[in-house]
């Protein structure tokens, strides 16, 4: 993996140039902070085999739990469409929803 320190996987330690950049921003937009937060997406491109160009997560609460299910871009992932889009990620040079918001 191209960029990341020995041992490393993923966050700021492995990707310091990337979080460091995305600090600046954050400085830059202090009202930011409290609304987003940076997570990963290796453990279900690895483990679950989704695949974010042709894929995207929809959550939904069950009592005291968060379930999320991966649904190809077909417009096939159900009620839960109209939902409010939680994570983004940038696919092909644009920002597109990656994860539905639990209601």
Same mark, same amino acid.
């Given at each position: ?11 700021? +330690?492995?990707?310091? @140039? ?25 453990? +279900? @491109? ?15 609460? +069950? ?41």
């Amino acid at each position: 993996m191209v960029g990341l320190k020995a041992g490393m996987t993923a966050g700021p +330690e492995a990707d310091t @140039a990337f979080f460091d950049a995305l600090g600046a921003v954050f400085d830059k937009h202090p009202q930011a902070k409290t609304r987003y937060a940076i997570g990963t997406a290796r453990q +279900e @491109a690895e483990k679950l085999g989704i695949d974010f160009a042709k894929q995207h997560a929809v959550a939904r609460v +069950e009592g005291s739990r968060i379930i999320t299910s991966f649904h190809d871009n077909d417009g096939g992932e159900g009620p839960e469409h109209s939902l409010a889009c939680c994570e983004w990620g940038f696919v092909g040079g644009e920002w597109k929803c990656k994860k539905k918001c639990p209601t």
